[in-house]
Each structure stands twice: as structure tokens, then as C-alpha cells.
């Protein structure tokens, strides 16, 4: 009897699996991705932008656009899911529904093993990094730019900063009890590193490398 040849599995490539993984924050079902505190949503909405890193060009803006290629290279991805709405329940056994924001982000095709600061930013993305804007802010430092603790903060701001896998994947998520302002939210920006905290520099992350466009609730 002749030994039976086994079949290798078809192997995925790094790009194609690394679309995947963003491919699947876009499509996962929101009581999945969001629920996972026993909290209980109603009246939800949700905006949903992905993108693939490219430079930006005097022809065409595209609403994925890296500004420094080595550390996030060409062809990488990002995905940014926002769910606004109400929030009751939870652990608390809160039975009031509190108005509430969630977001959440996924990349892949970064270097791997690395940490990166992200934010929401108040304006789309531009030609060039500044574009963006400052950082969104529930409550409006009056001193800018902002780097005291008061208003820069997790709290008060959406901060999203991750660390990749050996892949270059990663995904993070950020809760509030609050609502954007309307048109007072545009961006995502990544950041070179993550994000300081102590006075004079709190919210700093360093240079701007990347920045998807997303049209925030």
C-alpha cells in the first residue's frame, strides 16, 4: 500500500492576513466589541472608517495618510469604529441609562513590537500633520496647546495608544460618559509614542506619523 500524501495547509500571507485582522474589527457585531461589561446599549448608532496607509499627494487626499513611511510603512491598515448611544446596566446594576461613546481601533502592517500613542483630533487629515488639529477635549483647556493634566488626560480626551504584536497587529479601545460636540471631531492621528502624563507635557506623544479621516457621531 502506498503511504498517503498529506496536503500542507494553504498558508495566508503576512498582507493578506494583516487585512483580516482589520477587516474583522469593521465587521464584528457590536455586542462583541462593546459589551463585554455586562452593560446593556440602546438608542445606538455607529460610524465605521478603515483605511491603507499612503503618502499624502497633491492630486488626491486619501483618508489613510502616513507621514513618515519607516514607522508606518505603505500598506498598512487601520480601522476606527465609534459606537454612540446609551449605556445601562453593567455590574452596578444601574438601571438609568448614561449617555455614552465608544471607540475603538485596529491596525496592522506596523512595525511589530512596538508602542504607538494615538488620539482623536479634532479636523480631518491634511497634506501635513498639523492638519489634524489638537486633540479633542470633552471639556476645552483654555490654555493651548494643552499639557496640563486637568484637561489632558484619558478622561477628558480619547486616547487610543497601542502596542504591536510580533505581526505588527493591535487594537485598543476607549470609553466615556460623554458625547463629541457635532463637527468637533475628525481624525485619528498616531503617534511616535505613547502618551506622556506628568505637567507641561501630559498628552504629548511626539511626532505626528499617521492619520485616518473618520466622520465621528
Given amino acids: 500500500m502506498k503511504p498517503v500524501k498529506l496536503m500542507k495547509p494553504a498558508r495566508i500571507p503576512r498582507r493578506a492576513s494583516a487585512a483580516l485582522a482589520v477587516t474583522a474589527l469593521l465587521t ?7 459589551a463585554q461589561d455586562g452593560t446593556r446599549w440602546v438608542k445606538t448608532e455607529e460610524v465605521r472608517a478603515a483605511g491603507v496607509f499612503v503618502p499624502p499627494s497633491p492630486a ?3 483618508t489613510a ?11 498598512a491598515r487601520i480601522a476606527v469604529v465609534e459606537r454612540v448611544g446609551d449605556r445601562a446596566g453593567g455590574h452596578a446594576g ?5 449617555s455614552a461613546t465608544d471607540v475603538r481601533l485596529g491596525v496592522s502592517g506596523l512595525l511589530p513590537n512596538r508602542m504607538y500613542g494615538a488620539h482623536v483630533h479634532t479636523e480631518p487629515c ?3 500633520p498639523e492638519d489634524a488639529g489638537p486633540h479633542y477635549q470633552n471639556v ?10 486637568a484637561y489632558a488626560n484619558r478622561e477628558n480626551e480619547v486616547w487610543l495608544d497601542f502596542t504591536t504584536d510580533s505581526g505588527g497587529r493591535a ?10 460636540r457635532p463637527g468637533g471631531a475628525g481624525s485619528v492621528v498616531i503617534h511616535e509614542h505613547g502618551t506622556a502624563t506628568t505637567p507641561g507635557e501630559a498628552g ?12 465621528f457621531e
Avoid at 502616513?66 to 508606518?72: A, E, H, P, Q, R
Fill in 204 to 215: 504629548t506623544a511626539g511626532a505626528r506619523l499617521a492619520c485616518l479621516t473618520v466622520p
Fill in 171 to 180: 487594537a485598543s479601545e476607549s470609553r466615556h460618559t460623554w458625547r463629541f
Fill in 94 to 98: 444601574r438601571e438609568a441609562a448614561d
Fill in 140 to 149: 476645552k483647556d483654555p490654555e493651548q496647546p494643552s499639557t496640563d493634566p
Fill in 28 to 34: 464584528s457585531p457590536a455586542t462583541s466589541a462593546f
Fill in 65 to 75: 495618510l502616513t507621514y513618515d513611511v519607516k514607522l508606518v510603512p505603505v500598506g
Fill in 60 to 62: 488626491r487626499l486619501a
Fill in 126 to 128: 491634511g497634506r501635513t
